[in-house]
Structure formats: structure tokens, C-alpha cells
């Protein structure tokens, strides 16, 4: 029986171990909590518990040494030291996070080690890339060229459950949805790169009608450019990588970045209500701060944002409970409070693709594909396809269908096509169109 290692135990883990342990698989959980991982592995006899913790790193090299395959559930930032240890002992790894530089650095090692550390196995990133990449070697394959590509996704509550100003709940981390509304974004449009700072993320969003769920909002998703080789589009005019969200919530967020209440600096708040905060923020008497915040941004009173910030309580005489922070931890804190996906509640993951093909007797055509998927009984979506792809993707690997060596993403047809294949066994796929009017492109 092969033996896999599940670090952590947390939001995205369970259809991970459930998935393994029904497919003959040795499965040991190692969490901080260990009730957490006995949870998950649900009295089966393949299954086993370790408490542990990222402190103790000769317990995980010794749990590293004695499985076949490490899953890092953790946070990217143990990722390559976690990475280090496999290579040492000459295990095969899988994370569900972005490559970062330190772990791209480990390529020739792991090369040299014959394992490999595949990154980016989720949904985004992960599925965005395997489903793009299958319709893209299909198009250079058949001689044409893909002169726009719109990959745009969402991890939303479904549309009964968008019931709050925000028209938004969080069925993953609050912190990591919010740190990345901080972020700066790029991408190409029609040959120009186009530079968007920090400020401006949430200025001037894209509206994009999705099927069967309706208007939605699309904003820049960081550095796009650095797709264009890793989907080997040389040919590209338009590159752009997105992110979806309801009406509304890209208004909120760019009044809270303009009045800095999604800020790092660390700043005392002891004693201080989140209307004292706000005034702080704005330099002005703790009066009347609604009229005054939306003067400063100059919105209505009844906007959506202003709205919002009234709803989140940030102009209420509640007394701000921790004593030292950033407004970011502020604002995060209300937000987890009041925005947290309800048990039993449905979310929904969305994600669409859109490329301008020009075929190789010169015409073209628009294809799109878009999957729209909701959560079940047992689990939540974003759960289902963050955690499938990397619980297949292990599957392969332990079988050897999945051979290729050093640090990947899954944007080879060697990986890809397997793991799409059975994730449409499991009711996970996007919808293709093909041979659209140039009428139906995006932007």
C-alpha cells in the first residue's frame, strides 16, 4: 500500500484525505490540532493521526522519510522547506499554492533527486491552467494562433446566500481574499502592457455576463505577462488574468483602500471606537463620520459603499477590541465577524475562459468554456476543486502516470490530461464552445 502525507488539516483537506483513503491509499495526517486530523480520516484503518507542528522538523523528516508523497496543506511559506526534506529523502511533493522564486530554485535538484514538487494543482491555480492548456495545444495543434485569452474565476457564495452589502461570504481565509485586494496587477491588451497600481485595482472593473448566475464584476488578478510563456502563447495581443465578484464589492473595496482602512502600518488603538478609528483615518472630529466619509470619497450617503462600511460597523461606538494592529487587521476582523459562509450554506466556484483564435486559413473565431460549480452535502465548492485536482494528481503520480520530474505546474499535457479526465468522472468540468463570432470576445 503507498503511504501519503497530509500536512495540515484545514479548510481544503478533507475531500483530499477522503479521496485518498477510498482509493487504498496509507494516509497520515500531521496537524497542529490533532482532533482536526483525526476528523478527517474518519475511523478508517489506512488513515493515521500525528499532532505536530512546523517547529519540529526532525518529527517531519522522519514523516517525510517513512511516506511515498507529501501533500503541503501548510502555509507557502514552510512549502520549500518541506520541499528540501524530499529532496533529501527522494519523495515525490504536491502543493495547491503559487510557485514562488526559492521553490523554482529547487528544480535541478529535484531533477538530479527523480521527484517531483508539483505546484499550482488547485482550482485557481491549478484547474484554470489545465483547461486552458488543453484548448490552447488544441488550437497550435490544429495550426492557429491565440491572439486573446480572458481567464477569469471566482470563489463566491452562491446567489442566495449573497445577502449582505458586500454580496460576498468567505468560505476560505478572510485574510488571504482581502491581502489580495492589496496587491498590484498588470496585463496585456492589445500589445500595450498595461500597469495597474495598488490604488487603482478595483477602479473601472470589466462586466462580464455569466451564465446562469448574471452580471458580475471582473478585476485584474496580478502579473498576467508571466503567462504568456507559461502558456507558450508567443502570439498573444491580449493576456489578462481576473477575478469575480458581485456587483458592488469592488466599489466597497476601493472606498476602504482610499480612506486606508486595508492598511499594513501598525497603529495603537487602544481606547478607541471604529468610529474614532475612521476619524483618525480622515483627520477629522469623531461627528457625523458617514457624511463625512462620503463627502471625503465623494459618494452618496445611500452608496453601496457607504452602506457597506455602515453594515461592517465601522461608524458605530464599539469599542475596538484589540489594542495594536493595522486598519487591514481592523477591517479583516469586522469582516470575519459578520461575512463567514454559514454552515450548510451553499458557496459556488465560477471560472470562465474566453480566447480570439485566428485558425490557420486566417479566420477566426471566439471559444470559450466556463465552469459553474456548487457546493454538496459534504462539501463546500471551493473545497471540491482546490482539493480534487491535488488528490488526483497524487493518485497519478503513486501510479506512475504522472512521470515527469522536478518543479512543475500542471501545464503539460502529461498532467493535465489525466487529471481532467477523471476530475469529469467526478462532475467537475468546464462547458466548451467552439466556433463563436468575433462579436462574442471579451473587452
Known amino acids: 500500500m503507498k503511504k501519503v502525507l497530509l500536512l495540515g488539516a484545514g479548510m481544503v483537506a478533507k475531500p483530499i484525505a477522503e479521496y485518498l483513503l477510498n482509493h487504498n491509499i496509507e494516509l497520515t495526517v500531521a496537524s497542529r490540532t490533532i482532533e482536526k486530523a483525526e476528523k478527517l480520516l474518519q475511523n478508517k484503518a489506512n488513515g493515521k493521526a500525528v499532532s505536530w507542528t512546523m517547529e519540529d522538523m526532525k518529527k517531519l523528516e522522519e514523516l517525510v522519510r517513512e511516506n511515498d508523497l507529501v501533500v503541503s496543506l501548510l502555509p507557502y511559506i514552510y512549502h520549500v522547506a518541506v520541499a528540501k526534506l524530499c529532496i533529501k529523502h527522494g519523495k515525490n511533493m504536491l502543493t495547491t499554492s503559487y510557485v514562488s522564486d526559492k521553490m523554482k530554485a529547487l528544480d535541478s ?3 538530479k533527486a527523480g521527484i517531483i514538487i508539483l505546484n499550482e494543482i488547485g482550482v485557481d491555480p491549478g484547474f484554470d491552467h489545465m ?14 494562433k491565440v491572439k486573446e485569452f480572458y481567464s477569469l474565476c471566482g470563489a463566491l457564495a452562491a ?9 460576498y461570504k468567505f468560505s476560505w481565509s478572510p485574510r488571504g481574499v482581502i491581502m489580495a485586494g492589496n496587491n498590484s496587477a498588470r496585463y496585456l491588451k492589445n500589445g500595450e502592457i498595461v500597469e495597474i497600481p495598488t490604488e487603482d485595482l478595483f477602479k473601472r472593473p470589466l462586466q462580464i455576463n455569466f451564465p446562469e448566475v448574471g452580471q458580475m464584476e471582473v478585476y485584474p488578478n496580478r502579473d498576467s505577462l508571466m503567462y504568456i510563456d507559461l502558456y507558450n502563447l508567443k502570439e498573444i495581443e491580449t493576456m489578462y488574468r481576473g477575478t469575480f465578484r458581485y456587483k458592488n464589492w469592488c466599489e466597497i473595496m476601493d472606498a476602504l483602500k482610499a480612506i486606508g ?5 501598525r497603529k495603537s488603538f487602544e481606547g478607541k471606537t471604529y468610529k474614532k478609528v ?6 477629522v472630529y469623531p461627528a457625523n463620520m458617514k457624511e463625512k466619509v462620503a463627502e471625503r470619497l465623494n459618494l452618496s450617503i445611500n452608496s453601496p459603499a457607504i452602506i457597506a462600511m455602515e453594515w461592517l460597523g465601522l461608524f458605530s461606538d464599539d469599542l475596538v477590541k484589540m489594542s495594536e494592529g493595522s486598519t487591514f487587521d481592523l477591517t479583516t476582523e469586522r469582516m470575519q465577524k459578520k461575512m463567514m459562509l454559514p454552515e450548510g450554506a451553499r458557496d459556488m466556484v465560477i471560472m470562465m475562459h474566453s480566447f480570439l483564435v485566428q485558425n490557420s486559413d486566417g479566420s477566426k473565431e471566439v471559444v470559450k468554456s466556463h465552469l459553474l460549480d456548487f457546493a454538496t452535502k459534504e462539501d ?3 473545497a471540491r476543486t482546490v482539493a480534487l485536482p491535488a488528490a488526483i494528481a ?3 503520480i503513486l501510479e506512475g502516470k504522472i512521470s515527469d520530474t522536478g518543479v512543475q505546474i500542471p501545464n503539460t499535457k502529461t498532467i493535465y490530461e489525466p487529471v481532467l479526465n477523471e476530475l469529469e468522472t467526478l462532475g467537475i468540468a468546464m462547458k466548451e464552445e467552439w466556433g463563436l463570432p468575433e462579436s462574442e470576445k471579451l473587452g
Open 109 to 111: 535538484a529535484a531533477k
Open 131 to 144: 483547461t486552458a492548456m488543453r484548448i490552447i495545444d488544441k488550437v497550435h495543434e490544429q495550426g492557429g
Open 159 to 167: 446567489p442566495e446566500e449573497a445577502n449582505n452589502p458586500f454580496r
Open 261 to 265: 482602512m486595508l492598511s499594513y502600518d
Open 278 to 283: 475612521m476619524a483618525r483615518q480622515l483627520d
Open 380 to 382: 463546500t465548492s471551493i
Open 394 to 396: 497524487v493518485k497519478m
